[in-house]
Nanobody, 122 residues
Framework: VQLQASGGGLVQTGGSLRLSCAPS????????VGWFRQAPGKEREFVST????????LYADFVKGRFTISRDNAKNTVYLQMNSLKPEDTAVYYC????????????????WGQGTLVTVSS
């Protein structure tokens, strides 16, 4: 499964962005999909994940109440709605897919997208 993340850009503090993740060439409706991010000089970190049905979600503590993950299997797309953005949210955001169910651990994900850059200006 090849994944394509999109929707990144430059936004001011307090602004919003919606990231999208879609596979190319096949459906990923049976996969859990997660979002991770990596800031310059830092390790990749978990942001959020959603089960194949959308019935189970997990969030990192630092995005709770600000980010919302969702999916539309009819459109074969997973979204990450990001509100109240902060400069510390600046990073490359990656989506990833796994058949193993929701997980916070990058090693559980078999397929990764190329990333989309989010820059939050102060």
């Amino acid at each position: 499964v090849q994944l394509q993340a999109s929707g990144g850009g430059l936004v001011q503090t307090g602004g919003s962005l919606r990231l999208s993740c879609a596979p190319s060439g096949r459906t990923f409706s049976s996969y859990a999909v997660g979002w991770f991010r990596q800031a310059p000089g830092k390790e990749r970190e978990f942001v959020s994940t959603i089960s194949w049905s959308g019935g189970s979600t997990l969030y990192a503590d630092f995005v709770k109440g600000r980010f919302t993950i969702s999916r539309d299997n009819a459109k074969n797309t997973v979204y990450l709605q990001m509100n109240s953005l902060k400069p510390e949210d600046t990073a490359v955001y990656y989506c990833a897919a796994t058949r193993d169910g929701v997980s916070r651990y990058p090693s559980r994900y078999n397929y990764w997208g190329q990333g989309t850059l989010v820059t939050v200006s102060s």
